[in-house]
Every structure is written in structure tokens, then in C-alpha cells.
């Protein structure tokens, strides 16, 4: 898997727009971004994935540069229950394995 | 909603004793996953299965071990308890696929004393 960086921490007001960054520059073509959250204590949920093009479902918005080399989950109006460490993650889950790192705690104040 | 289950939610046990973490699923997903976490910090692949009989070790060398023998079912087994192990262990499962999206289970946080 390809490594990721993201920033430790974000704050966001409720209501707002949530712009979480992702940078994933050793990304290879076959490789898909992934994003899950996790809130205290319990398992991972899956958020949204793509390849190549934009992609936004009920939950999120994944936008993806056209170098692939980086990509911004967008929350369009973060609550409180939104508070979560968020994984942005690349690669091929075909391989039997995905590589979650310390990911983003977003803190979403009211 | 994914219909992933894990017991015990949490097991505080001294040590030496051998124990097992159920990991359940309803969704007839091929791949089932297990990682370990500790607070703050990133999840480690500790074991993987493609389907019945199937096991893999994951990047985190573990003492623990696994089995395959149903679908639905991949239990994880310690065979001495010792407090390096105390972690919580997650469970998820996916659909083999170009794409599939893993789901995962609530975690057991274990505690060896």
C-alpha cells in the first residue's frame, strides 16, 4: 500500500464544512483511496473510496487531484456525532490487506 | 447496517489462560480480518483469511492464532494470556473484489493482568 500523510488534528464548527487533506504521492495506478472514520471505541466505518474521478454518496464527498497524488474528504455540514478519527488510506484490498495509520482526530465544536 | 459480531465486548482474564475472541458475520463476505489497536494509535493486520481453510498472517507478528472452518466464523485464539497482549482486537469482513469495503465488528478490549 501506498504510505499516506495527514494532518494529526482538525477542528470544525458545526454546521460547516469539514475539508480533511490527504497526500498520497507513491499512490500506483491499481491503487483506490479509501476513507474510514472511527469514533471512540468502537470498529472503523466506511466512508467512501475512489480512483480516479470525484465521488459522493450520502455520507461525504471525495475529491481527487488529477495527479492522484493527493485527495480532500469534504463533510459538507459536520455535527457533533461527525467528532471521529478519520483514515484515509491507499491501496487494494484484493492484496488482503489495507494500511490504517494514525489517521485525523476531527473535533467537530458546537 | 453490517451485521458483524464480536464477544466478549470486553475480558479482563489473569495470566496464562488461554483464551478465544469470536468474531461472527451474517453477510456470507469471503474475507474476514483481524487487527489489533492500541489506544491512539494505528490499527496492525495481525491475521487474514480468504475463505474456508484459509489464514494468513498479517504485518504484525502475533503469538495468537485463527481458524477458518465456516464462513461466518473466525475466531481468534491465545493460547497463553499474557498482559503484552492487553490491546483491543477488531474484527471485519469484505466481499472479494476489485473494490470491496470492509466492515467491522465493535472490537473486544482485552485486559490481561
Known amino acids: 500500500d501506498a504510505k499516506t500523510t495527514q494532518p494529526t488534528s482538525m477542528d470544525c464548527a458545526e454546521g460547516r464544512a469539514a475539508n480533511l487533506p490527504c497526500n498520497h504521492s507513491?499512490?500506483?495506478?491499481?491503487?483506490?483511496v479509501y476513507w474510514y472514520r472511527q469514533i471512540h471505541s468502537q470498529g472503523p466505518q466506511y466512508i467512501i473510496h475512489?480512483?480516479?474521478n470525484n465521488e459522493t454518496n450520502e455520507m461525504a464527498s471525495l475529491i481527487i487531484t488529477e495527479d492522484r497524488k493527493s485527495s480532500t474528504l469534504i463533510l459538507p455540514h459536520a455535527t457533533l456525532r461527525d467528532t471521529a478519527v478519520y483514515y484515509c488510506?491507499?491501496?487494494?484490498?484484493?492484496?488482503?490487506?489495507?494500511?490504517f495509520g494514525r489517521g485525523t482526530q476531527l473535533t467537530v465544536w458546537p | 447496517e453490517a451485521d458483524i459480531y464480536q464477544t466478549p465486548r470486553y475480558l479482563v482474564i489473569g495470566t496464562g489462560k488461554k483464551i478465544t475472541l469470536e468474531c461472527s458475520q451474517t453477510?456470507?463476505?469471503?474475507?474476514m480480518y483481524w487487527y489489533q489497536q492500541d489506544p491512539g494509535m494505528e490499527l496492525h493486520l495481525i491475521h487474514y483469511?480468504?475463505?474456508?481453510?484459509?489464514?494468513e498472517k498479517g504485518d504484525l507478528s502475533s503469538e495468537s492464532t485463527v481458524s477458518r472452518i465456516r464462513t461466518e466464523h473466525f475466531p481468534l485464539t491465545l493460547e497463553s494470556a499474557r498482559p503484552s497482549h492487553t490491546s483491543q482486537y477488531l474484527c471485519?469482513?469484505?466481499?472479494?473484489?476489485?473494490?470491496?469495503?470492509?466492515?467491522f465488528g465493535s472490537g473486544t478490549q482485552l485486559s490481561v493482568l
Open positions: 488510506i491507499a491501496g487494494t484490498p484484493t492484496l488482503g490487506r489495507l494500511y
Open positions: 507513491t499512490i500506483s495506478g491499481n491503487e483506490y
Open positions: 471485519a469482513s469484505s466481499l472479494f473484489g476489485a473494490n470491496e469495503k470492509l466492515f
Open positions: 453477510m456470507g463476505h469471503d474475507k
Open positions: 483469511s480468504y475463505g474456508v481453510n484459509s489464514t
Open positions: 475512489g480512483l480516479k
